[in-house]
Every structure is written in C-alpha cells, then in structure tokens.
C-alpha cells in the first residue's frame, strides 16, 4: 500500500509564508511527476505546481515568483515553499503523486488528504 501524508498548512497572515511538505510511503518502486493541487470553498481543484523526477518544474501562471516546489527524491518528498500569502491563496491544498509499487506496474495517482491553509489578518 501507499500513503501519501501533506504537512505543514495552517494560519498564517498576508504576507506571510509557510511551507507545505508531502511524504509519499509504502510500496514504491519509482516516483515520476509530484503534484500540488488546491481548491477553494465553491471553486474547482487547481494545479498549483509540478515537478518531474529530473527536477523539470512548472508553475500556474498567477503563483510563478511566489510558490516554489521542490523534491527530495530520497525522502520521496515534495515541497511547496509559498511566500506573499494571499487571502485568495486560501484553500485546502492536496499533494498527488504519480508512482508505480513495481516495475511491471502501471504509473497511477495517489492524493493526499489535503491541509489548509488559511490566509487571514
């Protein structure tokens, strides 16, 4: 089995920072692209940002300059370092990773649960 676990959301005021992280754990055989995802009360999930296993990375084009993403590939671990919050940066944020538990399986998504955040004076 696979679990993958975010960390790391919580209150913070605009302006402010926090870092999001995401373990992925159990049966893993290899980790291709991570994935962080949010979505706001009464809104559609959205892709935040992306990284690849070779450290190719992609933003969406509001965050680019204020989210970082980041991997460690032996912790099998991704990062989301968010600076300049703002309130519409509110939401729960969900971790996805595409991985294969053996060689001969095919590559499949696992999700979080989600950890929110809040953006609040």
């Known amino acids: 089995q ?13 302006g402010g920072s926090l870092r999001l992280s995401c373990a992925a754990s159990g049966s893993i055989f290899s980790i291709n692209v991570m994935r962080w995802y949010r979505q706001a009360p009464g809104k559609e999930r959205e892709l935040v940002a992306s990284i690849a296993s070779d450290g190719t990375t992609n933003y969406a084009d ?3 300059g204020r989210f970082t993403i980041s991997r460690d590939n032996a912790k099998n671990t991704v990062y989301l370092q968010m600076n300049s919050l703002k309130p ?11 991985l294969r538990t053996t060689y001969r399986d095919p590559w499949r998504n696992y999700w979080g649960q989600g950890t929110q955040v809040t953006v609040s004076s």
């Open 62 to 64: 509001s965050l680019k």
């Open 2 to 14: 696979v679990q993958v676990v975010e960390s790391g959301g919580g209150l913070v005021q605009p």
């Open 88 to 98: 519409e940066d509110m939401a729960v944020y969900y971790c996805n990773v595409v």
